[in-house]
């Protein structure tokens, strides 16, 4: 029997059918890693909007955004709350447009808003990996909106470390799809 369409399923075992294909054949994986990205993203909606925020270090970027930006550029001088600037410049510039876009930093819906595209982007970076690399089970996207510790990382405590997380990933892809040179520029 061929694979159906989902427009075509009918009855329950049409279902139960399109079911085992969607879980089962590569040829579905685009549309299961599709239904997983936008599941997710519900899922991390429901999260920024029931469940706690926990400050960790958000605080201590913004401040230490206000020491840069009043033009201090000596990191040994670069403090905040939680301990002193040890991250590069990519973070400082990150975290200046994000600085901006959040109302220096009191904001943090939006912030967290920015950081569940972020994850959102993540996800659909694995998924694209995983596709690209091939011979992996499609059901195994399910598993991915289970990790209560990426939620966390991205949504809940808006650590930096997201952003070259998801640089990583993109030049993974630029790697795997042939692009070296725009991967090495992304892994940089």
């Not at 400082?92 to 876009?101: G, N, P, S």
Request: contains cysteine; neutral net charge; hydrophobic residues 50%.
């Amino acid at each position: 029997m061929s694979a159906p369409h989902l427009l075509e399923v009918r009855s329950f075992q049409d279902l139960l059918l399109y079911a085992k294909y969607l879980f089962t054949d590569s040829r579905y994986f685009p549309t299961l890693a599709l239904l997983v990205v936008i599941g997710d993203a519900v899922l991390t909606q429901l999260i920024i909007r029931f469940v706690p925020y926990t400050e960790i270090d958000w605080e201590t970027y913004m401040y230490q955004l206000e020491l840069y930006m009043k033009g201090e550029r000596d990191y040994a001088l670069i403090s905040g709350p939680t301990g002193p600037l040890v991250y590069p410049a990519g973070h400082v510039f990150i975290h200046r447009a994000l600085y901006f876009l959040t109302g220096s930093g009191t904001n943090l819906k939006i912030a967290q808003q920015i950081f569940g595209a972020l994850y959102v982007a993540s996800l659909l970076l694995t998924c694209a990996i995983y596709g690209m690399a091939g011979g992996i089970p499609n059901w195994i996207l399910l598993l991915l909106p289970f990790s209560k510790r990426l939620h966390s990382i991205y949504v809940l405590r808006l650590f930096n470390d997201c952003w070259a997380v998801v640089g990583a990933q993109a030049a993974v892809l630029a790697f795997a799809g042939g692009w070296d040179t725009v991967a090495v520029l992304l892994y940089r």
